[in-house]
């Protein structure tokens, strides 16, 4: 006959078992992945730099969202998604109820969030058992974009298009306050196309060879930022939910050219193109 901290144990198990069959069964039916990011993948998409050793640090399990290598073991909750890792699961949550205290977990930080090295069974049982943060041995990984723990592993094409970007234009250099966001597939492709039309025309009209730096800053400060803050005084984010000031950016571009080809007329200038886009936006 088992002792009652024994069943409880690996009633906690059964408990995280069966959740984790729910969540996959939900993932399933609305579309939304419930697994872990990876950690390889993170760093290939986003070519992220480092590890830098940071010491022993406390971290709240909720932005703890990747594995390096057991990411098909645990979902997005850290739940155990296979029977196979009851044993060490089990040992670990008896450390728990007797109060034993176990090594730090290890963790890879990107941003706003981790990725565990080793400890993962702790991990998982500290979310069961409903503790908010862990002590943590941290290395951070450099990164030129910002992560947050509502990653999906679809949004790393984007992300990994805006660090091709960032690292193309050098925008993050010349202009820091810049910090361009898209939804839109293939917008930062179409960004760096914007600028090299931009960049032509320059010469054109000035009768001289632009030099990639100075048309990223002209394209930043008299075309992109012109019609962003268009779109922030006549505050039309609200009516677009899950879209970007980017996003809406390439929109009224989309009709300006369109507008232009209608017409047949050159294409209206920025400002007036924003203008035009939110008189229409409801058409």
């Given at each position: 006959?088992?002792d009652p901290?024994?069943?409880r144990i690996r009633s906690d198990?059964?408990?995280?078992r069966?959740?984790?069959?729910?969540?996959?069964?939900?993932?399933?039916l609305?579309?939304q992945?419930?697994?872990?990011?990876?950690?390889?993948?993170?760093?290939?998409k986003?070519?992220?730099g480092g590890?830098?050793?940071?010491?022993?640090?406390?971290?709240e399990?909720?932005n703890?969202?990747?594995s390096?290598?057991?990411?098909?073991?645990?979902d997005r909750?850290?739940?155990p998604?296979?029977?196979?890792i009851?044993?060490?699961?089990?040992?670990?949550?008896?450390?728990f109820y007797k109060?034993i205290?176990?090594?730090a977990v290890?963790?890879?930080?990107v941003?706003?969030?981790y990725?565990?090295?080793d400890?993962?069974?702790?991990?998982?049982?500290a979310r069961k058992?409903?503790?908010?943060?862990?002590?943590?041995?941290?290395r951070?990984?450099?990164?030129k974009?910002?992560i947050t723990?509502?990653l999906?592993?679809e949004?790393?094409?984007i992300?990994?298009?805006?660090v091709n970007?960032?690292?193309?234009t050098?925008?993050?250099?010349?202009?820091?306050q810049?910090?361009?966001?898209?939804?839109?597939?293939?917008?930062?492709l179409?960004?760096?196309e914007?600028?090299?039309v931009h960049r032509?025309?320059?010469?054109?009209?000035?009768?001289r060879?632009?030099p990639e730096?100075?048309?990223?800053?002209?394209?930043?400060?008299?075309?992109?930022?012109?019609?962003?803050?268009?779109?922030?005084?006549g505050?039309i984010l609200?009516d677009?939910p899950?879209k970007?000031?980017?996003d809406?950016?390439l929109?009224?571009?989309?009709r300006?050219?369109?507008?232009?080809?209608?017409d047949?007329?050159?294409?209206?200038p920025?400002?007036?193109?924003a203008?035009?886009?939110?008189?229409?936006?409801?058409d």
């Open positions: 006959m088992s901290l024994s069943s198990f059964k408990q995280a069966t959740k984790a069959f729910f969540n996959n069964v939900w993932a399933v609305s579309g992945p419930t697994t872990l990011l990876s950690y390889d993948e993170v760093r290939e986003l070519s992220i590890p830098i050793y940071r010491g022993i640090e406390t971290v399990i909720k703890i969202v990747g390096l290598n057991r990411y098909h073991e645990f909750a850290f739940l998604k296979k029977d196979a009851s044993d060490r699961w089990e040992r670990v949550n008896r450390a109060d205290s176990l090594p290890v963790l890879y930080k941003d706003e969030v990725f565990v090295a400890g993962h069974h702790r991990v998982s049982v058992q409903g503790q908010l943060y862990i002590d943590a041995e941290v951070e990984c450099a990164t974009v910002s723990s509502d999906r592993p949004d790393l094409q992300l990994g298009q805006k970007f960032i690292k193309r050098r925008i993050d250099k010349l202009r820091p810049a910090n361009i966001k898209l939804n839109i597939p293939d917008g930062f179409r960004m760096l914007h600028i090299a032509y025309f320059m010469g054109l009209d000035l009768k060879d632009i730096k100075e048309a990223v800053i002209h394209w930043y400060d008299t075309v992109y930022l012109p019609i962003v803050k268009i779109i922030r005084k505050n609200k677009f899950g970007t000031e980017g809406l950016y929109w009224v571009l989309d300006q050219h369109y507008l232009a080809q209608q047949n007329r050159p294409p209206l920025p400002n007036a193109a203008y035009d886009f939110i008189e229409h936006k409801d």
